[in-house]
C-alpha cells in the first residue's frame, strides 16, 4: 500500500530519501479497517500541513488505536455515548479528529472504520521531514519538535477548526510513505491512560528519538 521496504536505519529519512515520492493519496478502503489495523500501517505515512500557507511535513513514528465503544480508554466509549466533542469519531475513516487535551494541546487522530463505529488512531509522533524552521517557530524551540501528540499539533500548526477535516484534502492531508519492515515495528500497551492501560495498541518504530519513552515494549 506504501512505497517498497527500505534498508536504512528506520529513522534515517531525511538523508536516504532519494526515490520519487509514493502517490498523493492511499489506496481506496485504506482507513475503511478497524483502528487496530490501521494504526501499525500509519507507521512511515506522512502527515503534510499547509496551514496558514506554510509547508510543514513528517513522517509518523508512532500511534495508539482506539478500538470502539467497547473500549473504555475511547473518547468514543459506551458509557460517554456520542456527543457534540467526540462527533467526529463516528464519521466514516479518513476524518480529523482534533481534541483539546489538558486545554491545552491540540490532539491529532485519523477516524478509522465505517460510519458510526467510533474508532481511530491517535498521532503520537512524527519524524520532521519538511518545514522545520517553520515548526521550530511554532514550538519556540529548535528541539522535540514533533515527539508526542501536543508537540506535534502545535508544530504542524493544528487547531480545533480542523476537527472534522476529511485528510484528503489540504490545509492537512494524511499521505502514503514508506513501508517498514515488520522487524521495525514495536508493539506496547498504551501510554497515558487509566482505563485497558494493558491493552497492547501503541505501535511505534523501534529506536527512534521522537517516540514515547515507555516501558514494556516488545516486537
Request: net charge positive; proline share 8%; aromatic share 6%.
Amino acid at each position: 500500500m506504501r512505497m517498497r521496504e527500505r534498508n536504512a536505519t528506520p529513522w534515517a529519512w531525511h538523508s536516504r530519501i532519494r526515490d520519487p515520492l509514493p502517490p498523493e493519496r492511499l489506496p481506496a478502503g485504506f482507513l475503511d479497517r478497524p483502528a487496530e489495523a490501521v494504526a501499525p500501517d500509519l507507521l512511515g505515512c506522512r502527515i503534510a500541513s499547509s496551514i496558514d500557507g506554510r509547508q510543514t511535513v513528517g513522517v509518523i513514528v508512532e500511534t495508539e488505536a482506539y478500538v470502539g465503544p467497547h473500549d473504555p480508554a475511547s473518547h468514543a466509549a459506551a458509557r460517554i455515548g456520542k456527543t457534540a466533542r467526540n462527533a467526529t469519531m463516528f464519521q466514516a475513516g479518513g476524518a480529523a479528529y482534533v481534541y483539546l487535551s489538558y486545554g491545552i494541546h491540540w490532539c491529532l487522530n485519523v477516524v478509522t472504520g465505517r460510519e458510526g463505529e467510533g474508532t481511530g488512531v491517535l498521532i503520537r509522533a512524527l519524524d520532521p521531514l519538511e518545514g522545520t524552521d517553520v515548526m521550530a517557530e511554532r514550538r519556540g524551540r529548535a528541539d522535540q519538535l514533533c515527539s508526542g501528540p501536543g508537540r506535534l499539533g502545535q508544530a504542524l500548526g493544528i487547531t480545533g477548526d480542523l476537527d472534522g477535516h476529511r485528510l484528503e484534502h489540504p490545509p492537512l492531508r494524511l499521505l502514503p510513505g514508506w513501508t517498514l519492515p515488520c522487524s521495525a515495528i514495536a508493539v506496547s500497551p498504551r501510554i497515558g491512560i487509566r482505563l485497558a492501560a494493558d491493552w497492547p495498541l501503541r505501535f511505534h518504530i523501534r529506536g527512534h528519538p521522537s517516540v514515547s519513552k515507555a516501558r514494556g515494549s516488545a516486537s
